[in-house]
């Protein structure tokens, strides 16, 4: 098994596209047991600098659900991964190098509110954007054979994005 490397690209408008393909790929695998598919992460964020993996939110119509995607997901490429660390979380993977990476949940999962508030809070203040592409580019070259470090690094200014996206949430309530 080949180590993942962490390596940090500028932003490709094509990932927009290829979000599109999967989603469309992944509604007609699952049909009605998925209520949305979201782009997440950093391919999300227009001209956000990021690991070239497009990151997909997908939620179920059931908790339940989830255990009748995997063989339907399986044979679009996307290898069942568990809960990898979240419980409640379905997670797959897709392609060698990985190219996509699917999150399944139940539509009230806290992590379904805290992917779409982070992706949309980097979309509408340009400078956090810049900040967080800044910041990944500094632990990539730090962290280029961690992932497991590179992920845990990013966790501070994760969470005080998610607050402050958090607080724009209930401001508008």
Same mark, same amino acid.
């Given at each position: 098994? &080949?180590?993942?490397?962490?390596?940090?690209?500028?932003?490709?408008?094509?990932?927009? /596209?290829? +979000?599109?393909?999967?989603?469309?790929?992944?509604?007609?695998?699952?049909?009605?047991?998925?209520?949305?598919?979201?782009?997440?992460? &950093?391919?999300?964020?227009?001209?956000?600098?990021?690991?070239?993996?497009?990151?997909?939110?997908?939620?179920?119509?059931?908790?339940? /659900? #989830?255990?009748?995607?995997?063989?339907?997901? #399986?044979?679009?490429? @996307?290898? +069942?991964?568990?809960?990898? #660390?979240?419980?409640?979380? @379905?997670?797959?993977t897709k392609?060698?190098?990985? &190219?996509?990476?699917?999150?399944?949940?139940?539509s009230d999962?806290?992590?379904?509110?805290?992917?779409?508030?982070?992706?949309?809070?980097?979309? &509408? /203040?340009?400078?956090?954007?810049?900040?967080?592409?800044?910041?990944?580019?500094?632990?990539?070259?730090? +962290?280029?054979?961690?992932?497991?470090?590179?992920?845990?690094?990013? /966790?501070?200014?994760?969470?005080?994005?998610?607050?402050?996206?958090?607080?724009?949430?209930? #401001?508008?309530?």
């Open positions: 098994m &080949s180590k993942r490397r962490i390596v940090v690209v500028p932003y490709d408008p094509r990932w927009a /596209d290829l +979000f599109a393909q999967e989603r469309a790929a992944i509604v007609q695998a699952c049909g009605c047991r998925v209520s949305a598919v979201h782009h997440i992460g &950093s391919t999300a964020v227009p001209g956000l600098a990021a690991k070239p993996i497009i990151d997909i939110l997908a939620v179920l119509q059931e908790p339940e /659900d #989830g255990v009748l995607c995997i063989k339907p997901l #399986g044979r679009l490429g @996307y290898g +069942f991964r568990c809960a990898n #660390g979240i419980d409640g979380r @379905y997670y797959f392609g060698n190098p990985r &190219s996509r990476h699917l999150h399944m949940y139940p999962h806290p992590e379904v509110g805290r992917h779409l508030r982070f992706r949309d809070y980097l979309r &509408s /203040d340009p400078d956090a954007a810049a900040a967080y592409a800044d910041l990944k580019l500094r632990l990539a070259a730090r +962290f280029a054979d961690d992932p497991l470090a590179y992920a845990t690094a990013k /966790d501070e200014f994760c969470a005080r994005i998610d607050r402050l996206a958090t607080g724009l949430h209930q #401001g508008t309530e």
